[in-house]
């Protein structure tokens, strides 16, 4: 297997780097984290005229941002039936609007004036193995009572047959890490200041608050916390999330003529797009996923992707290989709000498989 071990969308698309805070600031709110979800209420906020200041561990898009296979799409991994039947059908219609205005955000905000891949397509969430067909029928009702744009189809644009789909018109797709520079572009114009390489090591709950790293202490009236995982507020979060570690591999192919996304119904399940970068289309699979320390026989993983595109898709070596940390919830939804123990502290954490939809919707939540 002949490929280099870094995120297609990272070496394609270099992030600047910043400065580290070296010394106490002020803000109306500080931000902790620096991908797709601090970085869009960043921009939200200052949009507002707010004086946002934001931290971000490592450098930007260092993080699961930079490791997403970046579907934007309105299906859900914690799937309808389920989200219905623990939260109602409003919650379920809330959940597919939330996604729904999310990819509009993206598109109309960001992407309407920024060349960033974005496009638009169908989603597939299809099946080959007749006993998931009729788990499939009632995913489709439920999606199609939560107000989702879906249509049964038998065979999606696949190159092999499958027992069954369910079709989400109107879905979305964009390079991440261009997607983050756009991002950073905006925030930076409007007079964010963003320090990287900085660390937070807690979140005091003083009025104002106090966001204190190794280097230094911002001072803010709110604080949002959008670290993949909070540093804030761990003993709440401890039961009800958990870390698994996902895997992707790209390789350059002549693209399909219907593009899509793509997600099957095994588990763990699989997920495939296209993309066209430069002069080159890339076929992205991911998958593989397992909590995180259960493996470590990493190679086993990637080599289990390669032998499904091969299979599938024909693919006979691959370009980029990678992987994630993302974040399961216990009752498949992310939590995005205010933290239990303050009332000018908020985080956002555990978006399963969705995060570049969730992530944006989380910055337009907390920044509301």
């Keep these: 297997m ?34 797709i979800t ?24 260092s993080g699961e941002t930079g ?15 389920r989200i219905a039947k623990d939260f109602g059908a409003e919650g379920a219609r809330l959940v597919a609007q939330a996604s729904r205005d999310a990819i509009n955000w993206i598109e109309r905000s960001i992407c309407g004036a920024v060349q960033c891949g974005f496009q638009r397509l169908p989603g597939y969430l299809y099946t080959e193995r007749v006993w998931d067909l009729d788990w ?41 890490t261009a997607y983050l520079d756009a991002l950073v572009a905006e925030a930076l114009a409007n007079g964010v200041i963003i320090h990287d390489t900085t660390r937070g090591v807690g979140v005091h709950y003083d009025e104002p608050c106090r966001v204190e790293t190794s280097s230094g202490t911002v001072r803010a009236n709110h ?6 995982v909070p540093v804030n507020n761990r003993v709440f979060l401890h039961t009800k999330i958990a870390a698994y570690r996902s895997y992707a591999i790209a390789a350059e192919m002549a693209p399909p003529e219907t593009q899509a996304l793509l997600w099957d119904t095994d588990d763990p399940y699989r997920y495939t797009r296209w993309q066209r970068i430069g002069g080159a289309t890339y076929l992205i699979i991911g998958g593989e996923d397992h909590k995180t320390g259960e493996k470590v026989d990493t190679d086993a993983c990637y080599g289990r992707l390669l032998t499904y595109a091969r299979q599938r898709y024909g693919v006979s070596d691959i370009a980029y290989r990678w992987s994630g940390q993302i974040i399961e919830q216990a009752d498949g939804l992310p939590f995005i709000g205010r933290n239990p123990m303050s009332q000018h502290v908020y985080l956002a954490t555990g978006y399963s498989g969705n995060g570049m939809t969730f992530g944006t919707a989380a910055g337009m939540i907390v920044s509301d």
Aim: proline share 3%; net charge negative; with cysteine.
């Design 2 to 35: 002949s490929s280099r071990t870094e995120s297609l969308w990272r070496a394609t698309h270099q992030l600047r780097s910043f400065t580290p805070l070296s010394s106490d600031a002020l803000a109306d709110v500080a931000i902790v984290g620096g991908g």
């Design 38 to 61: 601090g970085l869009t209420a960043a921009v939200i906020l200052s949009r507002a005229g707010k004086q946002v200041v934001l931290l971000e561990r490592d450098r930007i898009g």
């Design 67 to 81: 490791n997403t296979t970046s579907h934007l799409t309105e299906a859900v991994d914690g799937r309808y039936q």
């Design 136 to 176: 499939l029928a009632d995913e489709f009702d439920a999606a199609r009572v939560a107000g989702c744009d879906v249509v049964w189809e038998d065979q999606p644009p696949v190159p092999f047959t499958t027992e069954g789909a369910v079709r989400w018109n109107n879905q979305g797709q964009v390079h991440a």
């Design 223 to 228: 604080v949002f916390v959008a670290a993949n």
